[in-house]
């Protein structure tokens, strides 16, 4: 205990003195969220050498390191094919250390459900962090808090304010951005331009006219110092100049340019949205199928208790800010694949534009269509499929000793839910690596139920009911009226590798969105 104790003071030591040094001789004042991921990476190497390994158990897993664990085999740059290529060797559950946590990966479907739906309130847990506390508010968040009491009538009230705007309103809502999608991609006039910034917009757009009543334009300085902001706080929240204050407390002592700048973006994402929901509250046009006039009816409801816990503006804020961040960057990174994917098979654009003509004649889809058009929903659970676009979820952590697949779990362990690996497992899926909608067509061999891109259990994914009726509308009112063609020859066709991070993204491609000769201008 005492050898424990000396050991860890030295660590921290010999970690301060290391940092200090790495601060002064990069030149980290310059551009640091952006800065290469390298120097970032061997930060955190150099850090962990210094923590001292936990003991072995029976789970398999790659030899660690002395003094840094497995902490190389987290600094892969498409981390996601990493861990996948890792459970060839090692099987569907290992395990990794770095530092003092140990982490369990599980990369089958059927392991990952065991964990996140059969013992759910085992696994429900996240780990819970200094950092993390800072970026959620104090731990106020749906998406980063930890399992209580609280978290749950939290999550309880943001789930039924989704479901009641899923049943009002959350279709027309849809149907107005995709109209708008439409006219953006048919004043592009037929020239090659990449679409990204444009699903980001309509999908956002979706989430804020839930949550403030308002829509934005592309050039709108509301719109970008929002998206700004948010993806400053994601990116800066996952550098490794933060994480490294998680593992070394001592570090929090000494100044930190990236974590002051952290801390910035989030005082100012709070005054965004403090403004915005008090510019709502001051709106006549509040209504409860607005996801937040819902939450606010909620708290004004007595009692505002739910079982002992009181739900106060605070939860209302920083849902607000969860649906933001999950609602935005996934559903726009799901359509730019589909797009690509699509720009490498185009007979699968015109089997869903047959579709299309045949059943809807002429009509654009709405939701309760999906059962006539089992073309388009396989196309939506392919590409659902080859590039789940969380594809590690977001880590969980046992909040008491369990098991998995017959592995003594210990409390406390974090586990990350490969939905990548899950998804490209051999043995559930033919010729897993390629592109083929047609699996999820009667007869094709594959089943939706191998699926699990949102997770699941107690953590699903809150807004899957949204997510799933965007992708259907957003994919159907495209392709009614679009073709999607490449700019030039073979070698302008989008790389499908993609960039893994918190969200995995296609890399940027430029395409023509040609409009189809029944298309109305
Ligand atoms: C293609 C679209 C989307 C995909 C693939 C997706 C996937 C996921 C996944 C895998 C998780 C983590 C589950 C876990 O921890 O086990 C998650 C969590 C979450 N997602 Fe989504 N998501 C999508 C869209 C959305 C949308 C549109 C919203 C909001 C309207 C949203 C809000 C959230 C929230 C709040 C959480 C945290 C849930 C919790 O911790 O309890 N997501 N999502």
């Known amino acids: 205990m005492v050898v424990e104790t000396v050991t860890n003071m030295e660590a921290a030591v010999l970690a301060v003195l290391l940092f200090l040094l790495l601060a002064f001789i990069s030149d980290w004042r310059k551009k640091y969220v952006q800065r290469d991921h390298n120097v970032q990476s061997s930060l955190l190497h150099h850090l962990h050498q210094f923590l001292p390994c936990s003991s072995s158990s029976s789970i398999p897993g790659p030899p660690g390191h002395f003094l840094i664990g497995n902490m190389k085999e987290l600094t892969h740059d498409h981390l996601p094919i990493h861990l996948t290529n890792l459970a060839k060797r090692y099987g569907s ?40 506390n800072i970026v959620s508010g104090g731990g106020f968040s749906v998406s980063l808090g930890d399992y209580s009491e609280e978290w749950k009538a939290h999550r309880r009230l943001v789930h039924g304010a989704l479901q009641r705007c899923c049943q009002q309103s959350l279709h027309q809502v849809i149907e107005r951005q995709a109209l708008h999608l439409r006219k953006v991609l048919m004043d592009y006039q037929g020239r090659a331009v990449d679409l990204s910034e444009d699903f980001t917009v309509a999908a956002s757009n979706v989430i804020t006219t839930l949550t403030f009543g308002n829509e934005y334009d592309k050039s709108s300085p509301e719109l970008q110092q929002l998206h700004n902001c948010l993806n400053q706080i994601v990116a800066l ?35 965004i949205i403090k403004q915005h929901l ?20 909620s708290l004004d409801k007595p009692p505002k208790k739910e079982n002992g816990v009181l739900l106060t503006d605070t939860h209302v804020h920083m849902a607000t800010v ?27 654009q015109t089997r869903v534009y047959e579709e299309l003509c045949t059943v809807l004649q002429g009509q654009y889809p709405k939701y309760s269509d999906r059962h006539r058009l089992p073309v388009l929903c396989s196309l939506v659970s392919e590409v659902l499929r080859l590039r789940p676009v969380a594809p590690l979820a977001v880590p969980h952590r046992a909040i008491r000793d369990s098991s998995i697949a017959g592995y003594f779990i210990p409390k406390n362990t974090v586990i990350i839910p ?38 699941g259990g107690a953590r699903l994914c809150l807004g899957e009911s949204v997510a799933k009726m965007e992708l259907f509308l957003f994919t159907g009112y495209l392709l009614k009226d679009f073709q999607f063609v490449p ?27 040609r409009p189809r000769a029944t298309t109305n201008p």
């Open 93 to 132: 559950v290992y395990r990794l250390r770095c530092g003092n946590t140990t982490m369990v990966v599980l990369n089958s479907s059927d392991v990952i459900k065991e964990a996140l739906v059969k013992k759910w309130s085992d696994f429900a847990g996240r780990p819970v962090s200094y950092t993390g």
């Open 237 to 271: 929240w996952g550098s490794s100049w933060i994480s490294a204050l998680d593992s070394f407390p001592l570090l929090r002592k000494l100044p930190n340019p990236v974590f002051s700048r952290l801390l910035q973006e989030v005082v100012k994402r709070d005054e």
């Open 278 to 297: 008090n510019n709502y509250k001051s709106q006549a046009k509040q209504s409860e199928v607005d996801i937040t006039g819902s939450l606010l009816q």
């Open 322 to 348: 969860d649906l933001l961040i999950g609602g935005t960057e996934t559903t726009a990174a799901w359509l730019n694949w589909t797009v690509a994917f699509l720009l490498h098979r185009p007979e699968v």
């Open 418 to 455: 490969n939905l990548y690996g899950a998804h490209h497992d051999p043995a559930v899926w033919a010729d897993p690596y390629s592109f083929r909608p047609e699996r999820f067509l009667e007869g094709g061999g594959g089943s939706t139920r191998g699926l699990i891109p949102f997770g």
């Open 487 to 513: 700019p030039g020859s073979e070698a302008s066709l989008p790389d499908l590798r993609g960039v893994a991070s918190v969200v995995l993204k296609v890399k940027s491609y430029t395409v023509v969105a």
